[in-house]
């Protein structure tokens, strides 16, 4: 019997189109394996019937000889920042909790169209704000890694879109939505050795996404190989009118434009990201890539981002800042939690629901944001922050002059433990400094797996392409995937 | 324009005043939503996703509004901006879902323009003075709080949260409350000519901030103090008159006026402190990361262009060039509503004298009797048409005309039924004429004795006793002739 949970969503797809197997068979036996993983705490819900009724509608549209979507038949994970009708949305807070949307987002309604099921709602940082899934108001999801130390420490894995990773990584799903503010897709992708890829800003609508930092969210694919990533995204993409940041354009075939002969193409190694001090496993695999791509076909080239180290700084402004304005409206007046105390005002019950309802992280946020754009500190913070995107959008206008795609490491380290980084938020943000460049220039940008380190744990190689390229990105990530030979698995612990 | 100036114990002081108006853009859908805009619906019911701030709900631009903000623009003469951008401007308040307003700061829709106002519209002899305006943007309304629907809640009706309002910022130009209220008088005039907001002051469909501050004529500016909300121009006029007089007591009184917000209470007539500068919010203003800039094209600022109609100003001159006085040209182009409907008359073919003499004198005139409006008028241009055309061709005199026009007004019915069904068709019949003179002359020899000693006053009288004789329905230019042959 097929082991389905060892299946990715082209395998799936093609094995329900080709009749080896019932989409029903897959959702039943994704949903068991979700039930039994309890332990990992990657779904804030879980939705095996919605998993079944689209199974069903699928073999049905397959006996009756309908055509059928690009998804159909792949159960997969959705991250709980997508609004989701009749089920629970909560961005894995307090404030929205038991919050249960009268509408579906554009992304996930593209996914069911495509005949793709719903497994459940996956745990996140809250709001998506974090690197670890650490901020997540119905707790820490685990990733199924541990260290070949012997020691069982359990370990991160990665955020905000750490439930989606964490799930994926142990075959409860062979696909979920990510969404990467600053990273929040690459990052959860390297630390548990899968594939995910952040879109150019505006190629998947924002509407229905609970939002973070509305210039800088963007929604895209996570899987196990690149492949299934680019079927994933040619369904999840594509122009929304409800959205006007949305871009007005068709959604390429971008798995049938895979191809991962990468003559002609010039890749570029900016130095600005080997940083002093880089762990010398991660610049170990940063040459294996390196030597990958030119195998290849690509020719390798020296570039230089040269605002590269301003990227952070100027990303924890902005996002905070629009994240400080984009929460507002959890107040507690129209829906979510309300705290009104006895005898309270309105300013005290918008006081006590937002602190009651926001985790630390969250409020931290908030603060740094109102505080950025208050009056006199507004051109000092925010203003400077804008003009520094604009250069390091420039630093990438100019390295297209001579090369086509970027690789670098997605992330300075593996997965570190949970709660190593929580007492100390500066290392906690630093750990996003190789994927933010990308997120503030809005353009596409992957990760793929490139290794394991000392530690036996996952390594992620980042490949940033040019607005709308997605297809170079996929193509350089397929070339790396088809030389890495990574297979490593986490052991099944739980 | 005339001097306006408080005299104070220690001389003249010259008022400053500058407005803020908020004008409700005419459109069928709110600013960043499908919702009806419609006034007066049940609490609730115009409230989209978008509106009542839902999680990830999005703004779409409504391009109507914009082009509303845009022919606006045209009719002041304004700087149009082709790049313009939607800022937030975030404040916490049970009638703001968002948590913050969209509004444009930065970089306004409309630039700088100008209108002209007269202080009497009505008087052609009236200084002519133009009001500069800064700018309008275009934002989002709030919704209502109720407070008066529960013992201990509030209510919150978001039927309005996101209709969409331009703001017009005037320059600190207007120097007396009559100057205010004119300027308000004409830009709503110019608002419903273009169409672009109803005027509705009653409804709040316009609305006004009002700058005022008080100085030493031509001196340095004094510090001023906005009133809220003001939602007449009569409120507005005794706002600026209160609050000037306030400032001036205060100064001189060896205090000193302090920036806030202020309200005008219409009960009490006086403006009273609603928060200071100090308590003022910082609104933490930056670009909506939401939306993109808005960037209009030609094409779009020639449909614009295109569709605006003639304004007040230069339908006066026309109106003068076709021989109206400048009075009545003034009149008829001040308010939009007169002006189109007496458009709709020349549009019947009525001559533009003989048809603006008739709507100032008889229309106007029982309208005024009637307390109606002229869009309440129960006569339409078609019908006015269909009378004057009487008059015109010679059919009915003018005095009947009145009559005519009285029945009109009671029952409703057209101008020629009645003259038919009351039989009041003028005659030209010369005998019949000639055989009542005879009489009137038969039955009044000593007038007529008078009459032909010199006393030619008396000429009105046969005139009229032949009149009455007719009914009313004899040509007068008839009487008149064989009045002349007749008493020699």
């Given at each position: 019997m097929t082991d389905f949970s060892r299946l990715g969503v082209a395998a799936i797809r093609d094995g329900v189109a080709n009749g080896e197997f019932k989409a029903v068979e897959v959702a039943e036996a994704l949903n068991a394996r979700v039930a039994a993983a309890k332990a990992l705490n990657a779904f804030i819900v879980e939705t095996p019937e919605k998993a079944i009724e689209a199974a069903q509608a699928v073999d049905t549209d397959r006996a009756a000889g309908k055509p059928l979507g690009k998804m159909a038949g792949v159960p997969i994970g959705m991250k709980d920042l997508f609004c989701t009708e009749g089920v629970q949305t909560t961005a894995a807070s307090h404030i929205l909790e038991g919050f249960v949307p009268t509408y579906e987002s554009t992304v996930s309604a593209n996914l069911w169209k495509a005949g793709a099921g719903m497994l459940g709602k996956l745990n996140l940082d809250q709001f998506a704000m974090g690197s670890s899934n650490e901020t997540s108001y119905f707790g820490n999801v685990i990733s199924p890694w541990r260290r070949n130390d012997g020691g069982n420490a359990p370990l991160a894995p990665g955020g905000s879109s750490g439930g989606s990773s964490s799930a994926i990584a142990a075959r409860l799903c062979p696909a979920a939505t990510g969404t990467d503010t600053g990273g929040s897709i690459r990052q959860p992708a390297a630390f548990v050795g899968i594939s995910g890829i952040k879109p150019t800003y505006g190629r998947c609508s924002r509407w229905g996404v609970v939002a973070f930092a509305s210039s800088l969210d963007q929604a895209g694919p996570m899987a196990r190989d690149v492949r299934d990533c680019a079927i994933m995204l040619e369904a999840m993409a594509g122009f929304d009118p409800k959205d006007s940041t949305s871009l007005d354009l068709p959604v390429p075939a971008w798995e049938a434009g895979l191809n991962s002969d990468l003559k002609g193409k010039r890749i570029g190694i900016p130095k600005e990201y080997r940083l002093d001090g880089i762990d010398e496993d991660i610049a170990k695999m940063w040459d294996n890539g390196i030597a990958w791509l030119k195998d290849a076909g690509a020719e390798i080239v020296d570039i230089s981002l040269p605002h590269t180290k301003y990227a952070l700084p100027a990303y924890y402004i902005i996002a905070p800042a629009e994240a400080s304005s984009n929460l507002a409206r959890y107040d507690g007046v129209r829906f979510g939690l309300r705290d009104l105390p006895e005898g309270a005002g309105l300013q005290d019950m918008y006081a006590a629901t937002r602190a009651a309802g926001f985790g630390e992280e969250v409020r931290r946020r908030i603060m740094i944001g109102t505080y950025v754009l208050s009056a006199g500190f507004y051109d000092a913070y925010y203003t400077q922050a804008q003009k520094v995107r604009t250069l390091i959008a420039r630093d990438f206008e100019n390295a297209w002059a001579s090369c086509d795609l970027i690789l670098a490491p997605?992330?300075?380290?593996a997965a570190f433990g949970l709660g190593e980084k929580t007492s100390d938020p500066l290392s906690m943000y630093l750990n996003d400094v190789f994927a933010v460049p990308a997120s503030l220039a809005g353009l596409p940008a992957m990760s793929v797996p490139g290794g394991l380190d000392k530690q036996g744990l996952p390594l992620g190689l980042q490949i940033i392409g040019k607005a709308l390229d997605e297809q170079a990105v996929l193509n350089a990530g397929l070339a790396i995937e088809q030389r890495s030979g990574f297979t490593a698995e986490a052991g099944e612990w739980w | 324009m005339s001097e306006y100036r408080i005299q104070g114990n220690t001389g003249e002081w010259e008022v400053v005043i500058g407005l803020e108006v908020h004008a409700q853009v005419t459109s069928e859908s709110k600013l960043f939503s499908g919702s009806s805009t419609g006034f007066g619906a049940e609490p609730n019911s115009h409230v989209s996703l978008v509106d009542a701030a839902m999680p990830g709900m999005l703004p779409v631009p409504n391009r109507e509004c914009l082009r509303q903000a845009v022919r606006t623009g045209m009719a002041i003469n304004a700087q149009i901006n082709r790049w313009s951008r939607f800022d937030r401007k975030n404040y916490f308040y049970a009638d703001l879902p968002q948590g913050y307003q969209i509004s444009q700061?930065?970089?306004?829709i409309v630039g700088e323009g100008e209108i002209e106002v007269t202080l009497n519209e009505k008087d052609p002899d009236s200084a002519v003075k133009k009001i500069g305006i800064e700018r309008i943007h275009v934002e989002q309304d709030a919704g209502k709080l109720m407070h008066d629907q529960h013992p201990t809640m509030s209510f919150v009706d978001l039927n309005r949260s996101g209709v969409a309002l331009m703001e017009i910022v005037s320059r600190p130009d207007m120097r007396s409350p009559q100057e205010a209220g004119a300027y308000v008088k004409k830009l709503r005039s110019i608002l419903r000519y273009v169409g672009s907001?109803?005027?509705?002051m009653e409804q709040g469909s316009m609305r006004a901030d009002v700058n005022v501050s008080v100085r030493k004529p031509g001196g340095e500016l004094g510090t001023r103090t906005e009133t809220k909300n003001v939602n007449s121009i009569r409120f507005m006029m005794q706002a600026i008159e209160y609050e000037a007089q306030r400032q001036v007591d205060l100064i001189e009184s060896g205090g000193a006026v302090v920036q806030e917000t202020r309200l005008f209470d219409p009960n009490k007539m006086e403006t009273r402190s609603m928060r200071s500068k100090e308590d003022a919010h910082d609104y933490r203003y930056f670009p909506d990361p939401d939306l993109l800039p808005v960037e209009l094209d030609d094409a779009f600022l020639e449909e614009c262009r295109a569709s605006l109609p003639e304004l007040p100003d230069a339908k006066r001159v026309r109106y003068e060039a076709m021989g109206l006085t400048a009075y009545n040209a003034a009149v008829l182009t001040a308010e939009a509503e007169t002006a189109f409907w007496f458009e709709e008359l020349l549009a019947e073919g009525v001559d533009a004298k003989q048809g603006s003499n008739w709507l100032m004198s008889e229309l106007f005139g029982a309208l005024n009797k009637l307390g109606k409006t002229l869009d309440e008028s129960p006569v339409n241009p078609k019908q006015a048409a269909e009378l004057l055309g009487l008059v015109a061709d010679g059919t009915i005199s003018g005095s009947i005309a009145k009559q005519v026009f009285e029945i009109m007004l009671e029952t409703g019915q057209g101008a020629a039924t009645i003259v038919e069904e009351k039989g009041l068709k003028q005659t030209n019949d010369t005998g019949a004429i000639e055989a009542e003179i005879a009489k009137i002359m038969a039955a009044n020899e000593d007038k007529v004795t008078e009459y032909r000693s010199g006393k030619d006053k008396l000429f009105g009288f046969f005139v009229g006793q032949t009149m009455k004789a007719m009914q009313g329905k004899a040509n007068p230019q008839i009487i008149n002739d064989l009045l002349k042959k007749a008493l020699g």
């Open positions: 997605t992330a300075p380290s | 700061l930065y970089h306004p907001c109803d005027g509705n």
